[in-house]
């Protein structure tokens, strides 16, 4: 079993629908929570990193965060062509960080 | 203010072949990753920096794998002799060591390694 899961997709939406991408992970030992973006031949960004349960929120993004069932999400609001990218769940362990496959995402306008 | 940089962005060599990819960090950060994707995998780690120090190497592969970081500046990675198996993306990563944070990874756009 892996130890982060995640939906490759693709996902395609249209421009300004709510996006919502799910990452499930089995070590309860995970200490930080990140989610990256990653555009075509390009190294991964950090989006959002959480710490506990509960939400955080950075404008139109928000992360979310249940360790009682080891279940995190990213939400996208009001999306954008730009936002179309391979979006990373990772998990930190240590110094390590255990990443998802990534889930393509496609905003057409 | 420069980002991660790495270098070569594409490097194909034949199997049996050796291939060094080199990474300069974010100026004044100590910690440096590696990582590597390979295709339709997640990405691993492949081992951490602490300047020049190796804190964790639990990730490489094997012992064709061989990482420097020269005086805690830039760091290499090189592969001798390459295999069919290690063609993939790899990434190098830093990260300023803040206290009670998550500690930001700044990647650079990794390098494209593809063995024949």
């Known amino acids: 079993q892996k130890e982060v899961e995640q939906d490759p997709g693709p996902l395609s939406v249209p421009e300004g629908a709510i996006v919502s991408l799910n990452c499930t992970y089995s070590?309860?030992?995970?200490?930080?929570f990140m989610w990256y973006r990653q555009y075509s031949r390009k190294g991964p960004e950090l989006l959002m990193y959480t710490y506990s349960s509960g939400n955080k929120e950075d404008g139109r993004f928000t992360a979310q965060v249940d360790k009682s069932s080891k279940y995190i999400s990213l939400f996208i609001r009001d999306s954008q062509p730009s936002d179309s990218a391979t979006y990373l769940c990772?998990?930190?362990?240590?110094?390590?960080?255990?990443w998802g496959l990534g889930t393509s995402l496609a905003v057409n306008p | 203010e420069a980002g991660v940089t790495q270098f070569p962005s594409h490097s194909v060599i034949e199997k049996g072949q050796t291939v060094t990819l080199r990474c300069d960090p974010i100026?004044?950060?100590?910690?440096l990753y590696w990582y590597r994707r390979v295709m339709g995998k997640e990405i691993k780690f492949l081992l951490h920096?602490?300047?020049?120090?190796?804190?964790?190497e639990s990730g490489m592969p094997n012992n064709r794998f061989l990482a420097e970081r020269t005086g805690g500046t830039y760091s290499t990675l090189k592969v001798q002799p390459a295999e069919l198996e290690d063609s993939g993306v790899y990434f190098c990563?830093?990260?300023?060591?803040?206290?009670?944070?998550?500690?930001?990874?700044?990647f650079g756009e990794g390098s494209r390694l593809t063995v024949l």
């Open positions: 990772a998990m930190r362990f240590n110094r390590k960080l255990i």
């Open positions: 990563a830093s990260s300023q060591d803040l206290q009670g944070s998550a500690g930001e990874l700044f």
């Open positions: 100026s004044g950060h100590d910690n």
């Open positions: 070590n309860s030992a995970f200490q930080y």
């Open positions: 920096f602490v300047k020049e120090s190796k804190q964790d």
